[in-house]
């Protein structure tokens, strides 16, 4: 039997494959990505990276034992120090002022507002395929990016945290909690899941077409 995981992904290969060929992504592999699309990411990925943190929080409070307890708090201490402090030194460094790009653009609300609300109102599944989502697509294009010469170090570090085997790492376990959900859920839940797993990728999509002004 396919794993809950894979199914997810080749039930929406279609928007997987935008995702992975948007207009944001080619331009960081080809080098041409503008420095104030950059910039306008840190401030609002540095901003999703606070809602991913209550995401994370809500699934640390569903989590069904102690081991995934422990998986999500090694998540969420990334989370707080590893990247919020990144984005904190990177932008001060660039002389990035969050408040300079305010209002925040309708793509970026729409995703951090669909992910908080999915995950206020879902249980376990939901928080790992909201995560799964976001962390499995990350890694590959990251990863693809990561692989090629970059002009700006900043945007080089950003890429290559996410596509080490830590991260690496994490995508696949969420990976795994997917399937493990998966075993146990009846064929109506799946499906609702699975729409929640496309609304993530058109989100991001959302997400990563607003930063591109």
Not at 67 to 89: A, C, H, K, M, P
Request: net charge negative.
């Amino acid at each position: 039997m396919t794993a809950f995981s894979d199914q997810l992904l080749a039930g929406h290969s279609d928007v997987w494959n935008e995702m992975q060929q948007h207009p944001f992504v080619q331009a960081i592999e080809q080098g041409t990505l503008p420095e104030t699309a950059f910039h306008r990411y840190l401030v609002f990925e540095g901003e999703f990276v606070f809602s991913a943190v209550e995401i994370l929080a809500q699934g640390l409070s569903h989590a069904p034992d102690v081991s995934r307890q422990r998986r999500l708090i090694q998540g969420l201490n990334g989370l707080v120090d590893t990247q919020l402090g990144w984005f904190e030194r990177v932008m001060a460094k660039r002389g990035v002022v969050a408040e300079h790009w305010q209002p925040a653009p309708a793509g970026f609300i729409r995703f951090r507002d669909g992910m908080l609300q999915a995950a206020r109102t879902g249980g376990y599944a939901d928080i790992m395929v909201l995560m799964f989502g976001a962390e499995w697509m990350y890694y590959h294009w990251c990863a693809r990016a990561a692989s090629r010469a970059q002009y700006d170090e900043d945007l080089h570090d950003w890429l290559s945290m996410h596509a080490d085997d830590a991260f690496y790492q994490q995508a696949c376990w969420l990976k795994q909690e997917v399937d493990q959900c998966g075993l146990t859920l009846s064929g109506q839940e799946k499906q609702r899941l699975s729409q929640l797993y496309g609304d993530v990728l058109a989100w991001e999509i959302d997400f990563h077409q607003a930063m591109l002004g």
